[in-house]
């Protein structure tokens, strides 16, 4: 299936099914769960990592790429899962996790051995115990280096400080890489996300940031293009859907990045807008939505990916980010028409879609109250580093996590409406969103009006309507901060989506924009038409036209 035509699915296994009752999801309950995934339309299930891993930081923490971490089930497991997957037609993506390895690795476990072979897999510098090699900070908070007293070194780590940065200017570092990925595609793999893959390429020198925290230096770093070229050519990605995930990245990289003649990535994520709702930039001060940012950063990325042959992974949620409906729309009266709003708004704009498990039904935020909730070890350090260093209250702090910790989309899948949620029958690793109740797959599956139906309605247009693959796209009421509007062209279609990103009524020309076209989705079910040049609270609506090459003109 053409990519872009295609819906990815994004699985976070510890929380989404648990076959064997032990309160953790597992690879055996994700293929139980394949035929909810095919009755949804996902073409590909991005897994996240389920490689051995000591879990600090869930699984992004490697210690042997070609094993299975035994809670999450064997390799027998994995085969079974792909088995299925290939005949319900779902691809299999996985997550690989370049950027650094677990520091219980084997290769890490060498070098802190003093073996120097190994030691020229990471970022060691020589130093004194009391100053690090250069300032900068780790993405969890606090010092990018970290000390071994018995080898004198330091060694990078932009992550946890169990998270070791590996040296990709060390060619062996890159040939071990590149025969993880074959040993994956081998076993049927059918495409791969990249972990924070614009990290990888470090400066020769490394010194001080004196304006920040030190990611200039290294973000789309100065050889990123030829590593991800050569990974490409030398693991045969060609024949396999790829998506890098993009830190502080820029629209120029992107578009290299996707440009099919450059031949290294189908396509990025990029995160721009989802920083809309920080404060000076920082995630750990809120501050409301910036509708008007919000629009113009998805317009700018939109259409410059677009007038330069890029392709943008298109999304609004994943494993590290609040849930979708809490942070943009609404989960009180208008929780259902918002939810399907926003999905419309993303998922019929040029790119493919990645739904994260859980959105499709409107999932909330976890709703924690205490600190011991939490499971995260970004948001725990936080904590520590908000009450501790910044001098705010627990309640303060407290506060910040209900809105920003990446736990709210954590919290276990809900299948059904029994106590647990139909996760697991064992108390989960992690509680279930306080505000769980009434949301399940169960229940929605069936209905005709929820918010797993319009995922199906959207999903199955993107396949149906070759416009909503292959078509461009240009922006409509550009200037309003109230309606997120766009018209996309090609493949002898028309297609208008209007959504109103209010809880009110909002008027404006709209009639004259959608006239002789035939409407194909939205949000208020029972009603057909469009009211009088109005949206009603966080309406969306979709028209289609076929036009012949010389309407067009
Ligand atoms: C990515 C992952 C995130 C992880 C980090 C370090 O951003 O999505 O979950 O903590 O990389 O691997």
């Not at 890098?244 to 990289?253: A, I, R, V």
């Not at 029994?418 to 009434?438: H, K, R, Y």
């Not at 209010?502 to 208020?524: A, C, E, H, K, W």
Request: proline fraction near 4%.
């Amino acid at each position: 299936m053409e990519f872009q035509k295609s819906t990815v699915y994004q699985i976070y296994p510890k929380s989404f099914a648990d076959a064997n009752g032990d309160g953790v999801g597992d690879l055996k309950g994700i293929t139980q769960k394949l035929d909810y995934i095919h009755q949804l339309g996902a073409d590909y299930i991005w897994i996240t990592p389920f490689f051995r891993s000591p879990q600090r930081d869930n699984g992004y923490d490697i210690a042997d790429y070609r094993a299975i971490e035994p809670m999450y089930g064997t390799m027998a497991d994995f085969e079974a899962l792909v088995q299925k997957a290939d005949a319900l037609g779902i691809g299999v993506m996985l997550d690989m996790v370049f950027n650094h390895t677990s520091t219980e690795h084997e290769w890490f476990q060498k070098a802190l051995a003093g073996d120097e072979t190994y030691q020229n897999y990471y970022i060691f510098r020589d130093g004194s115990p009391d100053v690090p090699p250069t300032n900068w900070q780790s993405k969890f908070g606090g010092s990018a280096w970290a000390y071994v007293p018995h080898l004198k070194k330091w060694y990078l780590h932009l992550f946890d400080t169990t998270q070791a940065d590996l040296n990709w200017e060390n060619p062996v570092v890159r040939e071990e890489l590149k025969d993880v990925l074959r040993f994956w595609k081998a076993k049927g793999v059918k495409g791969f996300r990249f972990d924070v893959i614009n990290l990888i390429s470090k400066p020769d020198v490394l010194e001080d940031d004196l304006t920040g925290d030190g990611r200039r230096f290294y973000t789309d770093g100065p050889r990123i293009h030829k590593y991800l070229k050569e990974l490409h050519r030398d693991a045969g990605l060609g024949d396999v859907l790829t998506v890098g995930e993009m830190s502080s990245t820029s629209l120029e990289n992107c578009i290299r990045y996707t440009d099919p003649q450059e031949e290294e990535l189908n396509m990025t994520f990029s995160f721009h807008h989802l920083k809309v709702d920080y404060r000076d930039g920082e995630k750990w001060k809120l501050q409301p939505v910036d509708y008007r940012k919000l629009k113009d950063l998805l317009e700018t990325w939109q259409t410059g990916m677009a007038e330069h042959g890029g392709w943008n992974a298109l999304f609004w949620c994943n494993h590290d980010q609040p849930r979708t409906v809490a942070r943009f729309g609404d989960t009180r009266q208008h929780w259902r028409a918002a939810a399907k709003m926003l999905a419309t708004l993303m998922y019929l704009m040029r790119g493919t879609p990645y739904i994260y498990q859980g959105e499709e039904l409107g999932m909330k935020n976890a709703g924690f109250t205490a600190i011991d909730q939490y499971r995260d070890v970004e948001s725990l350090n936080y904590y520590r580093i908000l009450t501790q260093e910044q001098g705010l209250s627990s309640e303060e702090a407290l506060h910040i996590l209900a809105e920003r910790s990446r736990d709210n989309g954590r919290t276990p899948m809900q299948w059904t409406a029994e106590p647990g949620a139909g996760f697991s029958t064992a108390t989960p690793w992690i509680g279930l969103s306080v505000d769980s109740a009434g949301i399940c797959a169960e229940t929605q599956v069936n209905d005709p009006d929820s918010i797993f139906t319009y995922f199906q309605q959207l999903i199955a247009l993107r396949k149906a309507e070759p416009v909503v693959g292959n078509g461009t796209i240009e922006f409509l009421f550009s200037q309003r901060e109230d309606i997120f509007a766009y018209r996309r062209t090609g493949q002898g279609q028309e297609l208008v989506v209007l959504c109103n990103l209010t809880g009110q009524s909002i008027s404006g020309d709209f009639v004259p924009l959608v006239q002789d076209m035939q409407r194909q989705l939205g949000n208020y079910p029972d009603v057909k038409e469009l009211a009088q040049n109005q949206l009603r609270p966080y309406e969306s609506v979709v028209y289609l036209r076929e036009v012949s090459p010389a309407q067009l003109e």
